[in-house]
Structures are given as structure tokens and as C-alpha cells.
């Protein structure tokens, strides 16, 4: 038998928590689902500075759980490790499958952020785990002393590249084009930073090594130059991308898999918001995404007062 809320939230990051919270405080019975644990890709994150109150700076884990703590002080009722499935809609009812479990609700919240886009190149499958991360804060300390390569030129790798030199003896900076794409102070840290070396115009192409990495095959992109670095670990940022397969052809997306929203944060589908990462947006930042998950539980709360007239 399904179980009935009315409205239910996908996704337990900066966005959904919000949202959670502000349809709690208005009365509205909400559910949200997260496919892991709470706090989204943010709990990865060494450093936030820019969130405003904290001009100290806030580890990403820490910000999460005091969100978490916050909307569950307002009941919101949460379910970890429930991945869903699907989401369905009949007669202005949203069916949402996980693994174990049937929802229904009258409105959905998808705030479900993005995952970490692979490179896709010959030896990243077989070193992940063994020298390759997509998380500095995670398995940073592994390397302490030793030399690491960060791949890409965005926020995420600058701002990582930057906690990881804490740690490390070296961190190369990997970027396939000559200028950075990351925010101008991280930028200036970085070039700052003597840990810090970077190797512009060049792209990993293969992954080597016996055991664990070894070797990067670096190609420079203006000659195709084709060069070995030797490195003991590999931190890969090179973006992200959602996937919001599970909800069909209720969203429209752009290009890229961003959901398309209109400026009330309503998707193609009456009662389905989007907030967050998730969405077409230029700026994806923890403050973006409050803002966000805000608005939509707001929006949510109207349209559930116009179902019931
Ligand atoms: P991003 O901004 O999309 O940057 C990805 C980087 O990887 C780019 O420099 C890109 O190069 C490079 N890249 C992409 N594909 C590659 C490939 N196949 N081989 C080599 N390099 C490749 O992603 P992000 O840094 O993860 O950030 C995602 C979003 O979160 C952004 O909106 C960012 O502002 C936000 N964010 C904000 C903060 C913060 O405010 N403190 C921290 C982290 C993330 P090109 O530049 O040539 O495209």
C-alpha cells in the first residue's frame, strides 16, 4: 500500500532541507527522500566562505548537518538510502517509487543537485579507489605528503586543489585550456600557493600504473604533445550533470539535463517544482540553492491551497 504525504521532496541537500523546512513551518505534511545521506555533494566540501554568518568560513559537513538539524527540529520527516525509482503522475496524484517503498503526494520538490562527471578515458575505471577520487576531503588525507593532480580549472578544483596542498608535498593543477574558470580570489589563492603547480593546454588522456596510479598520460591541446607525469593520486573535477531519468517526460531539460523551470520554480508539470543544482540556473551556490528550496516549498503551498478551492 503506498503511503500518502502531501508533498514529498527528492533530494536531501542545501535545497530539499530548505524546502523541507519551510513546508514543515507551514503545516504542510511533508516526506523527504534521499538516496544517501543527508546534505548532498556540499558534505564534500573542505571550506565554505561564502555562505553568509560565517566570515570564519564552515566545513561543508558541518553547514549540512546544522540544516538537517534545523528542519528536523520542525519534524520533517526523512528517509535515507531511498533512491527513487520513478515518479509517476494520474488524476493530479504523484506516485513515487523507491527500491522498497510506494509514495503518493499531491506535490513533489526535486532537489536532487548533480553527480560528477567521469572523464571517460582508459584506466579511470580501474584506479578509482586505487589512486583516483572525486573527493579531496574525503580521501585527501591518504596522500598526506605525496604528489597529487587535480583535473580541471572550475571552482571545484581550485577550491580543492587549495585544501589538498594542507596535505600533500605537491598538487599539479590539470587544465586543458590556458585560463581558469574558477571564481577570481580562489584563482589568486591558487597562483599564491607554491605547493601548487599548474600545466595548462594539457588533457589526461590515459591512466597508468601496476597497482595503484602511477602515470598520467597528459596531450597537449595546441601540439598533441604527448607527455607522462608521475603522480601518486588523482582528484578529477571536471563538472557535473544531474540525472533525472526516474521522472520520464514530466520535466523538460536543456541540453545538459538541467531542468527547466519557470521563475516560480514550476516545471512543465503542475505540482512539480524543481530547486537547486538540479535546475537551469547561472549560479549554483549553497546560497542559490536555500533560495531556491525556499521558493519552491512556497510555491508548493499555493498550489496545494488551489487544488483544494
Ligand atoms: P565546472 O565549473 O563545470 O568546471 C569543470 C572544469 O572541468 C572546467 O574547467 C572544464 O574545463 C574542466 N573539464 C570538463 N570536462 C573535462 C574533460 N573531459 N577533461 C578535462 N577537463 C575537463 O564544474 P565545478 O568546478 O564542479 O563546479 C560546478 C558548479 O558548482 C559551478 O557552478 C560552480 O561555480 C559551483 N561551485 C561553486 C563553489 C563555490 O562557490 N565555492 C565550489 C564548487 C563548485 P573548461 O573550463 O575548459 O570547460
Redesign the pocket.
Known amino acids: 500500500m503506498a503511503e500518502f504525504h502531501e508533498a514529498v521532496i527528492i533530494g536531501g541537500g542545501p535545497a530539499g532541507l530548505t524546502a523541507g523546512l519551510y513546508l514543515m513551518r507551514a503545516g504542510i505534511d511533508a516526506l523527504l527522500l534521499e538516496k544517501a545521506i543527508l546534505g548532498g555533494a556540499v558534505i564534500n566540501?573542505w571550506q565554505?566562505?561564502?555562505y553568509p554568518g560565517f566570515p570564519e568560513g564552515i566545513s561543508g559537513k558541518d553547514l549540512m548537518e546544522r540544516f538537517s538539524a534545523h528542519a528536523k527540529a520542525f519534524n520533517l520527516k526523512i528517509k535515507e538510502f531511498a533512491s527513487v525509482e520513478e515518479v509517476s503522475l494520474k488524476d493530479r496524484l504523484f506516485t513515487v517509487k523507491t527500491e522498497k517503498n510506494i509514495y503518493e503526494s499531491k506535490g513533489i520538490i526535486i532537489a536532487t543537485g548533480?553527480q560528477?562527471?567521469k572523464?571517460?578515458i582508459p584506466g579511470e575505471d580501474r584506479f578509482l579507489g586505487r589512486g583516483i577520487s572525486f573527493c579531496a576531503t574525503c580521501d585527501g588525507m591518504f596522500f598526506k605528503d605525496l604528489d597529487v593532480a587535480v583535473?580541471?580549472?572550475?571552482?571545484?578544483?581550485i577550491?580543492e586543489g587549495l585544501s589538498l596542498a594542507n596535505i600533500v608535498k605537491k598538487v599539479y593543477v590539470?587544465?586543458?585550456?590556458d585560463t581558469?574558470?574558477?571564481?577570481k580570489i580562489?584563482q589568486e589563492r591558487a597562483f599564491k600557493n607554491s605547493k601548487i603547480e599548474f600545466l595548462f593546454n594539457k588533457?589526461?588522456v590515459e591512466f597508468k600504473g601496476k597497482d595503484s596510479i602511477e602515470y598520467i598520460v597528459l596531450e597537449d591541446t595546441r601540439d598533441k604533445n604527448i607527455t607522462e607525469l608521475k603522480v601518486d593520486g588523482v582528484f578529477i573535477?571536471?563538472?557535473?550533470r544531474p540525472d533525472v531519468a526516474f521522472l520520464g517526460d514530466l520535466v523538460d531539460t536543456d541540453e545538459e539535463g538541467f531542468i527547466i523551470t519557470d521563475e516560480n520554480l514550476a516545471t512543465k508539470t503542475k505540482g512539480l517544482f524543481a530547486a537547486g543544482?538540479v535546475r537551469k540556473k547561472r549560479?549554483?551556490?549553497v546560497s542559490t540553492a536555500v533560495g531556491d528550496g525556499a521558493l519552491a516549498a512556497f510555491e508548493l503551498e499555493r498550489y496545494l491551497i488551489e487544488l483544494k478551492q
Not at 583535473?151 to 578544483?157: M, T
Not at 590539470?174 to 585550456?177: K, S
Not at 581558469?180 to 571564481?183: M, N, P, S, V
Request: charged letters at 25%; a positive charge.
Open positions: 566540501t565554505i566562505e561564502n548533480t560528477s562527471i572523464l571517460g583535473i580541471g580549472g572550475g571552482d571545484a578544483a577550491e590539470i587544465h586543458r585550456r581558469l574558470r574558477a571564481q580562489l588533457r589526461p573535477y571536471a563538472g557535473s543544482d549560479l549554483r551556490q
